[in-house]
T-cell receptor, first 111, second 111 residues
Framework: EDQVTQSPEALRLQEGESSSLNCSYTVSGLRGLFWYRQDPGKGPEFLFTLYSAGEEKEKERLKATLTKKESFLHITAPKPEDSATYLCAVQGNFGNEKLTFGTGTRLTIIP | NAGVTQTPKFRVLKTGQSMTLLCAQDMNHEYMYWYRQDPGMGLRLIHYSVGEGTTAKGEVPDGYNVSRLKKQNFLLGLESAAPSQTSVYFC??????????FGDGTRLSIL
């Protein structure tokens, strides 16, 4: 059974204070690892897909990296508008229509 | 482009009542999904469909039924609502099992 664990559960940062969110996973053959952003009262918004260890993707102040056991979402010089819950999900090669989600990291950026 | 649209956005039901949640997507995606999101539990897959006329069970299918009569629509039904079904329900769609795109959810309370 695929499993995803995200840490920390919540993170408060000062504006401009860089940090990283962690996503540890176990999966029977990784087809893809996905990062989403979710704002209160909204559905998850797709950010990145990573397919293999060593791969990196960037978007504005966010950079996602992937190893064989975990993924990191690095946030550089965050702004208050980066405050959201960040979700990680994995898709395995077996039953590959489905995603297994973590419970998310709630990020708050303080002005 | 509207993306994924869910109706209704809010609903309150009494125990034992029935209702149908509607999901519509305009991206010509083959795959569609229904999730529920509860505090501390993450997103859990209820049912999914890999094409028009097909449906399959996810992680938590009991008490729910689905239908995919048209490619663009995926309906989630509750035949006899129970308080344990109080949740936020999200619909998503994807092109051949790739990144999923979500609607903004239906907030359902069962009294």
């Amino acid at each position: 059974e695929d499993q995803v664990t995200q840490s920390p559960e919540a993170l408060r940062l000062q504006e401009g204070e860089s940090s990283s969110l962690n996503c540890s996973y176990t999966v029977s053959g990784l087809r893809g690892l996905f990062w989403y952003r979710q704002d209160p009262g909204k559905g998850p918004e797709f950010l990145f897909t990573l397919y293999s260890a060593g791969e990196e993707k960037e978007k504005e102040r966010l950079k996602a990296t992937l190893t064989k056991k975990e993924s990191f979402l690095h946030i550089t010089a965050p702004k208050p508008e980066d405050s959201a819950t960040y979700l990680c999900a994995v898709q395995g090669n077996f039953g590959n229509e489905k995603l297994t989600f973590g419970t998310g990291t709630r990020l708050t950026i303080i002005p | 482009n509207a993306g994924v649209t869910q109706t209704p956005k809010f609903r309150v039901l009494k125990t034992g009542q029935s209702m149908t949640l509607l999901c519509a997507q305009d991206m010509n995606h083959e795959y569609m999904y229904w999730y529920r999101q509860d505090p501390g539990m993450g997103l859990r897959l209820i049912h999914y469909s890999v094409g028009e006329g097909t449906t399959a069970k996810g992680e938590v299918p009991d008490g729910y039924n689905v239908s995919r009569l048209k490619k663009q629509n995926f309906l989630l039904g509750l035949e006899s609502a129970a308080p344990s079904q109080t949740s936020v329900y999200f619909c998503a769609s994807s092109f051949s099992g790739g990144p999923q795109h979500f609607g903004d959810g239906t907030r359902l309370s069962i009294l």
